[in-house]
């Protein structure tokens, strides 16, 4: 008999007040008898929507009939056969508009919470040394993926799985992509993306640091080096700014510099050779994922933090658990405003920075209410830092000059559904492809590409 409960089983997590002085994991996970209550929500439906929301294909059903059971291996098998990073999906993937948006309990109250449950699963197999290692014999060919983020990491999980002998080139001195220098401490700490990182190591995949493909070594020299297909997993790491007066006074940062320094070279922890400004009042310019990590960052190094967005709650991109997490951290939202220009006192640090209130108009190209300036309406607000949160875009340098490898007008690279490219040797997926997206969006793509470039070998073969 299912449990007929209309909500969520609740996931205790750090007080409001206490968790934005500190860098720890805001939310704390289910013990296996909350898990096991949530578990026991599922209705096992015949035609399992979730399944079909979930870009990577979890059993869902399946794997949580497991946890309410009490076979945690068993559902642990399940879910990591599917999904090479359970551990990180369960904690970051936006389950409210995939397999959870399509859950029948969310009909006539809350869904099914897949993602926790999944953490759970996946915390329990780390904390009991378990892990889904196996791989086929190596087949004696070899492929290789540009980019450690999750679309390549998935990538060469899958194809190690397959047997292939499989080098994932990352530019940077630690692997994870937005997982390690994005997404903070607090909301996904790095030793689970170490220990996921080091289950794909187990099972053979070479990972090579410090490598920026495009400089030290060029796609054709990879294949020279007698790999069959090469994946492009490269990300959207390349910011965007308003081009607004005062946009270079010290001070102003692009979200991925400050995200960067912060989590990727701990700036936040004393002692740190990477330095951080320890701002009074920072304004955070945007409305996604991004901008409520930076301000909960700054909120956490002591900051009275304000969100400037142009538009209305309604239409902010970020994830409502987010936006919900910010403000009860005492983070201030300055809905349907926008920036103008920055102002710095004499020695260029910012000082100021001047908005204009805006109004929603006719819906645009996006479909959303185009936000209109009210004339007249200009204020300052005092402020020393300035963070720019507002997009992404692909950073093409690893792919950039390669002979006859099409491009979109984005300057992402032009690739299907299956990854397939203009190239039959090189794929690609993840941010790379679509220009930005999320976690679980980039490992379906990774998934899809290894399927893909196993086809491709094993047909030249
Ligand atoms: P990335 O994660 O960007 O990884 C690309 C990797 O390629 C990087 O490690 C990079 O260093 C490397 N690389 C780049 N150029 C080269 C080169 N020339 N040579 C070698 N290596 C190279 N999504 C969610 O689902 N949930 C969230 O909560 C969420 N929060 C986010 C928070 C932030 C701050 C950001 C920036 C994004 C967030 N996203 C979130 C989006 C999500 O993280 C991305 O969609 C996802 O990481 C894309 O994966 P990827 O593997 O394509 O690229
Ligand atoms: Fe269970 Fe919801 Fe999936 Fe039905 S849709 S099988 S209730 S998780």
Known sequence: ??????????????????????FQEVALGYTLEMAQNE?????????????????????????VGKVAEGDLAAAY?????????????GRVCPQETQCEGKCVRGKKGEPVSIGRIERFVADWAAENGISNVETAPKNGHKAAVIGSGP??????????????????FEAFHTPGGVLSYGIPEFRLPKAI??????NLEKMGVNVELDMVIGKVLTIPEIFE??????????????????K???????????????????????????????????????????????????ARCAKRLGADVHIVYRR?????????????????EGIVFDLLTNPVSIEGDEHNNVQSITCIRMELGEPDASGRRRPVPIQGSEFKMDVDAVIMALGTSPNPMSYGGTPGLEKTRKGCVAADEHGCTSCPNIFAGGDAATGAATVILAMGAGKAAAKSMDEYIRSKA
């Open 1 to 22: 008999m299912a449990n007929m409960q209309m909500q969520k089983t609740p996931m205790p997590e750090q007080a409001p007040e206490v968790r934005n002085k500190n």
């Open 39 to 63: 578990a026991k929500r599922c209705l096992n439906c015949k035609v399992k929507p979730c399944v079909s929301g979930c870009p990577v294909g979890i059993p869902i059903p399946e794997f």
């Open 77 to 89: 098998k399940l879910l990591s056969d599917a999904n090479a990073l359970p551990a990180i999906s």
């Open 151 to 168: 679309a390549g990491l998935t990538c060469a999980g899958e194809l190690a799985r397959m047997g292939y002998d499989v080098t994932v």
């Open 193 to 198: 993306v170490k220990r996921e990182v080091a």
């Open 225 to 242: 080096m007698g790999y069959e297909a090469v994946f492009i997993g490269s990300g959207a790491g390349l910011p965007m700014f308003m």
């Open 244 to 294: 607004i007066p005062g946009e270079s006074l010290v001070g102003v940062y692009s979200a991925n510099e400050y995200l960067t320094r912060i989590n990727l070279m701990k700036a936040y922890k004393e002692g740190a050779a990477t330095p951080i400004l320890h701002n009074k009042k920072v304004a955070v310019v945007g409305g996604g994922n991004v901008a409520m990590d930076a």
């Open 312 to 328: 209305s709650e309604a239409e902010l991109p970020a994830r409502a658990e987010e936006v919900h997490h910010a403000k009860e």
